[in-house]
């Protein structure tokens, strides 16, 4: 079945929450609140693969992946999915990132695609993570300043209250938030302006999420919400917010919260500080057991390496780039509908009206920049006569290729040779594993071709036959 990334609505997070629930990634953004508050933001997709959940969103123009979400966190499903997100990239020309990698899979990563990585770990999305306990107590000298604000909050507000509440508590927790508004935007940031509509966003799902829902009172008036989910072994306390007047407001609710909900829980997740100088100070003051990091990963094929078109010399023909000299065989090979039939891509359905000559070419560089493919001209004594491509570059040191020739030069072993020479490189200069290849069922050429390369068929389905070679072949 096909891979189908769709929007995230705020019911599809409702249907996936059990995969929030159970994950055991510490990193916030595995979570349910996670994804109500900043899917707009982020443009979030989801699919479910191979019985995970498996995130997208797109940042400056690229895609990025969450890493596969199992219900029971089998490694296997989680592997089995990756195959599939691969395959999703190439099929669809997406070049595969990776966002928030938690620390307790960055291994596999590096294990799957080996020393062909970048890796960033940005200190700023870094989610600060405490020991439940701690906050449960305040405890210990480490902790005599959070103990000294909330017995400074508890003498100025004798007769405060910590609230239990739930989703009939809205409009309670709606008015409280428009009072406390205005000191969020004077943030004066994007950032701030969406986590304010997240939270408002969010507070028709309290019950249905089985969020954890705080509230402190003074003299009948909510001066502090907190809401936190549970996420595995942590509890994640994505909303804080407290009228600053109100003195040792904050540390009041962080205990409150604690003794309230982190009971079952091992730690307390009070996510990042996005990069906020006061806020990173505040954070470290409670003593965190740990940062938890996340990993940007962008794994890279052996195309993304390669600078230029090869020159390769058979024994009649040679391999090489396709310039402006070449334009108006080019320009034959792509206008010929016999040939093109049996390309697998035909240009007429993507553009409009008739390209001029010069089209072609700018299209094959620009596939070539992008690392799409690497599209080589086969030549006869200096003549244009066909193309060899190697393209379908994935993550497992695979790709395909592809050849056609101009119709006067069929039949003389020319495609044969250019192929073979173009293999030769893949495996042996490249260092490519296995090289693919498929043909048309009705391309009986192309077939012959094929095996008399040395090309084992492994596959076939109503369209094609399915060829396969490695350097043992």
């Known amino acids: 079945m096909e891979v189908q990334f769709k929007k995230l609505e705020n019911?599809?997070?409702?249907?996936?929450?059990?995969?929030?629930?159970?994950?055991?990634?510490?990193?916030?953004?595995?979570?349910?609140?996670?994804?109500?508050?900043?899917?707009?933001?982020l443009g979030m997709n989801f699919a479910i693969i191979e019985n995970c959940l498996v995130l997208q969103n797109e940042y400056a123009g690229k895609k990025y992946f969450y890493y596969p979400v199992s219900l029971t966190s089998s490694k296997e499903e989680e592997f089995k999915a990756l195959d599939k997100i691969e395959d999703y990239c190439k099929k669809n020309y997406i070049k595969l990132n990776f966002s928030a990698v938690p620390e307790s899979r960055i291994t596999d990563i590096v294990l799957r695609y080996g020393v062909d990585l970048k890796i960033s770990n940005s200190r700023k999305w870094r989610d600060y993570l405490y020991n439940a306990e701690d906050f449960i107590t305040y405890q210990g000298k480490k902790f005599s300043g959070q103990r000294n604000h909330v017995n400074k909050f508890k003498k100025l507000y004798p007769n405060y209250e910590f609230l239990k509440l739930s989703g009939k508590d809205g409009e309670k927790i709606y008015t409280f938030l428009k009072g406390y508004e205005y000191r969020q935007l004077l943030k004066n940031s994007v950032m701030a302006e969406e986590e304010m509509q997240g939270v408002y966003d969010l507070?028709?799902?309290?019950?249905?999420?089985?969020?954890?829902?705080?509230?402190?009172?003074?003299?009948?008036?909510?001066?502090a919400v907190s809401v936190a989910e549970k996420c595995g072994e942590q509890l994640i306390i994505h909303i804080e917010k407290a009228l600053s007047?109100?003195?040792?407001?904050y540390p009041t609710m962080a205990h409150e919260m604690a003794k309230a909900y982190a009971g079952d829980a091992k730690y307390i997740n009070r996510e990042d500080d996005s990069g906020d100088a006061g806020l990173r100070k505040s954070k470290l003051q409670y003593n965190p057991c740990g940062l938890v990091n996340k990993y940007d990963v962008t794994p890279y094929r052996i195309i993304d390496g390669i600078k230029r078109i090869p020159s390769i010399a058979c024994e009649r023909v040679t391999i090489g780039e396709i310039t402006e000299n070449h334009i108006n065989e080019l320009y034959r090979l792509e206008f010929d509908r016999e040939r093109n039939k049996f390309w697998g891509y035909d240009w007429r359905e993507h553009v409009k009206g008739e390209p001029d000559k010069n089209f072609f070419l700018a299209s094959i560089k620009k596939d070539f920049e992008n690392k799409w493919e690497v599209p080589a001209g086969i030549f006869l004594n200096g003549k244009l006569i066909g193309e060899v491509v190697l393209h379908n570059f994935g993550y497992s040191s695979e790709c395909e290729i592809g050849f056609r020739l101009l119709p006067e030069y069929e039949g003389f072993g020319y495609a044969q040779e250019a192929a073979k020479g173009y293999i030769y490189y893949a495996l042996m200069e490249l260092n490519v594993e296995t090289v693919n290849a498929k043909c048309f069922k009705e391309n009986e050429r192309s077939k012959k071709t094929l095996e008399n390369l040395g090309m084992r068929k492994f596959a076939e389905d109503e369209m094609f036959y399915y060829f396969y070679t490695t350097a043992k072949n």
């Open 11 to 41: 019911q599809d997070v409702l249907n996936l929450k059990n995969y929030y629930k159970n994950c055991s990634f510490l990193a916030s953004n595995y979570s349910a609140i996670f994804s109500v508050m900043w899917k707009n933001h």
């Open 203 to 223: 507070l028709p799902y309290l019950d249905e999420l089985d969020l954890k829902v705080g509230a402190i009172s003074v003299d009948g008036k909510i001066i």
């Open 245 to 249: 007047e109100y003195s040792g407001a």
